[in-house]
């Protein structure tokens, strides 16, 4: 395995003089999608990485400071579409391990922080010119078997966000870093220094998202933070692929620790070390305020105050005027809610009709759900597959019957759900009664959208409504052609979304061009994909010096 020591990196005249030129990053354009069209060189590179990542079963250890562990306390990775066929045998890091890890952090922090910045970015840089070049067809292909993606999914997440993400985040470092003092006294000079935090960053990442996970541990790290990364189980298999990519692209050993294993192991070691300088995460909200409350009350054990950014869950909504184009709601509302089974943090499960409109919209809902095919992800003409696993499988038929028993609710298309070869569940509409209905109000993560109907002269109100039904505030759409419907829509939901869209589905945010978080209970809003999170991951250092000598200590006003 490729090994590379800061050391040899970083030369003693490096650390002695630093750069020897001002150098400035290309601006990044956005990665541009691939089609994969048939007869296409890209199909073809895909299908024969399906066909080598389903033929293999990958030993995925642990890795801290380079060296790989296997601990033999092992889970295995499955395809949810056929869970019989495992992928991946992950090996789960021990208590000794996680603490391996963090020492580890902590030794190479001090030389990771010291290289010079533009060496640290074109890590990065090369890492996503490796995503999108040579391991591009693999890395779609593994989150594809591995967490249920088809071909479109796994090319916007394992290629174009993974690559975004490495290519804007160090053009964002580089613009902080650029940020210094406007004002000058004669006689001295001002300057800002942007230092990692004291100690090390934990990033906690989930399945849904690849490029998440390869976000989570690098935005620290770009910015001279060491980390401790926990990824998700059942998205071990990509994420593996993602760091031997970093390792690949000269990622220093000991600056980003691989740990997958059990949440209490590896959260209980690391908040509970007085060194802990961070927590990076994403997933549920419920774990979440667990670890935040694990954090706060160990104040006054930490060296610092750790940095908490987090982004959890979301009821998302779209929100249809009288005066929306149907159409393009409807078909929005289709990809928002039902693209990769609806388990996206910024998923469409709550959709607000006019009474005027209703009829149209369902009629045209429940006409295309049956134009939906859920299937393998190897099936091109799969829009759906299968959910991650059995829980989010049972969690999901739990709503799926209560539906069903409500005399306020109706199933209008869908709601089935097979486990026997994979963890299937058919897209599913429902038709409540009633605003406060718990699929209108919980967050599902999962194929199933709910329509409340309300009346046209009750604009205002339902907005009202749809603005206070939620914990959660991630994001949200308006459809409308009435300017002054989308500015009253506007004002009304100016705190139930922090990505708000405009006759565009909810989901889909770009890495510089829609900063992604939300408040509320959907987390801490420092907007990944933003210079806002990389600010997170440093702290500030003003240095004053003077250059001319203090003759007296007096102030004029005292002779």
């Known amino acids: 395995m490729l090994r590379t020591r800061i050391s040899a990196v970083l030369t003693p005249m490096t650390r002695a003089y630093g750069s020897l030129g001002t150098f400035s990053l290309p601006k990044p354009p956005s990665e541009p999608m691939l089609n994969y069209a048939p007869g296409s060189p890209e199909r073809a590179a895909l299908a024969e990485a399906l066909t080598e990542v389903s033929g293999e079963v990958v030993d995925i250890p642990c890795v801290v400071n380079g060296e790989e562990v296997y601990t033999g306390d092992v889970v295995e990775q499955v395809m949810p579409t056929r869970h019989s066929h495992v992928l991946a045998r992950v090996h789960r890091a021990s208590q000794e391990t996680v603490q391996a890890a963090i020492d580890a952090s902590l030794e190479a922090r001090a030389e990771w922080a010291a290289m010079p910045a533009e060496a640290r970015f074109a890590i990065f840089r090369k890492a996503a010119d490796l995503v999108a070049s040579k391991h591009r067809a693999k890395m779609c292909a593994t989150v594809m078997l591995g967490t249920g993606k088809n071909v479109w999914q796994a090319e916007i997440d394992a290629a174009v966000e993974t690559i975004d993400f490495f290519r804007f985040n160090t053009a964002f470092a580089e613009d902080i870093y650029a940020m210094q003092p406007p004002q000058n006294a004669?006689?001295?000079?001002?300057?800002?220094?942007?230092?990692?935090?004291?100690?090390?960053?934990?990033?906690?990442?989930?399945?849904?998202?690849?490029?998440?996970?390869?976000?989570?541990?690098?935005?620290?790290?770009?910015?001279?933070?060491?980390?401790?990364?926990?990824?998700?189980?059942?998205?071990?298999?990509?994420?593996?692929?993602?760091y031997n990519i970093l390792?690949?692209?000269?990622?220093?050993?000991?600056?980003?620790?691989?740990?997958?294993?059990?949440?209490?192991?590896?959260?209980?070691?690391?908040?509970?070390?007085?060194?802990?300088?961070?927590?990076?995460?994403?997933?549920?909200?419920?774990?979440?305020?667990?670890?935040?409350?694990?954090?706060?009350?160990?104040?006054?054990?930490?060296?610092?105050?750790?940095?908490?950014?987090?982004?959890?869950?979301?009821?998302n909504f779209h929100f249809l005027h009288a005066s929306a184009d149907v159409r393009s709601a409807v078909n929005n509302t289709l990809r928002g809610a039902f693209e990769y089974q609806g388990q996206k943090c910024s998923a469409t499960s709550?959709?607000?009709?006019?009474?005027?409109?209703?009829?149209?919209?369902?009629?045209s809902l429940v006409a295309e759900m049956a134009n939906i095919k859920v299937g393998q992800p190897y099936e091109f003409d799969a829009f759906m597959t299968a959910v991650i696993d059995k829980s989010s499988f049972d969690n999901i038929s739990r709503y799926l019957a209560a539906a069903a028993a409500a005399p306020?609710?109706?199933?209008?298309?869908?709601?089935?759900?097979?486990?026997?070869?994979?963890?299937?569940?058919?897209?599913?509409?429902?038709?409540?009664?009633?605003?406060?209905?718990?699929?209108?109000?919980?967050?599902?993560?999962?194929?199933?959208?709910?329509?409340?109907?309300?009346?046209?002269?009750?604009?205002?109100?339902?907005?009202?409504?749809?603005?206070?039904?939620?914990?959660?505030?991630?994001?949200?759409?308006?459809?409308?052609?009435?300017?002054?419907?989308?500015?009253?829509?506007?004002?009304?939901?100016?705190?139930?979304?922090?990505?708000?869209?405009?006759?565009?589905?909810?989901?889909?945010?770009?890495?510089?061009?829609?900063?992604?978080?939300?408040?509320?209970?959907?987390?801490?809003?420092?907007?990944?994909?933003?210079?806002?999170?990389?600010?997170?991951?440093?702290?500030?250092?003003?240095?004053?010096?003077?250059?001319?000598?203090?003759?007296?200590?007096?102030?004029?006003?005292?002779?």
């Open 186 to 242: 004669p006689g001295n000079w001002n300057r800002s220094e942007y230092r990692p935090l004291e100690g090390f960053v934990l990033a906690v990442s989930p399945f849904n998202f690849c490029a998440i996970g390869a976000n989570l541990c690098t935005a620290p790290a770009m910015m001279g933070n060491t980390v401790v990364w926990k990824p998700a189980s059942t998205a071990a298999l990509g994420n593996y692929y993602v």
């Open 350 to 363: 709550r959709l607000y009709v006019p009474a005027s409109l209703w009829d149209e919209v369902r009629d």
């Open 408 to 559: 306020d609710a109706e199933v209008l298309a869908g709601g089935s759900a097979d486990d026997s070869e994979g963890y299937f569940v058919e897209p599913t509409l429902i038709h409540t009664t009633d605003p406060h209905f718990l699929t209108m109000e919980e967050e599902i993560f999962g194929p199933v959208l709910t329509a409340y109907v309300y009346d046209d002269d009750k604009f205002e109100e339902t907005l009202e409504v749809c603005a206070s039904t939620s914990p959660y505030a991630l994001t949200g759409a308006v459809f409308a052609r009435d300017a002054d419907a989308l500015l009253t829509a506007d004002a009304a939901l100016k705190d139930a979304a922090g990505n708000f869209y405009v006759n565009d589905k909810s989901t889909g945010a770009v890495v510089g061009a829609q900063p992604f978080g939300g408040a509320r209970a959907s987390g801490t809003n420092d907007k990944a994909g933003s210079a806002l999170n990389l600010l997170r991951w440093v702290s500030a250092r003003t240095i004053k010096e003077n250059y001319l000598p203090l003759d007296d200590w007096r102030y004029p006003h005292m002779e």
């Open 247 to 315: 390792r690949e692209a000269g990622l220093p050993d000991g600056v980003i620790n691989f740990v997958p294993g059990s949440g209490p192991v590896i959260g209980d070691t690391c908040l509970n070390s007085p060194h802990l300088g961070g927590l990076h995460f994403t997933g549920s909200t419920e774990t979440f305020n667990s670890l935040s409350h694990a954090i706060t009350s160990n104040y006054g054990k930490y060296v610092g105050y750790p940095r908490v950014v987090g982004e959890t869950g979301g009821k």
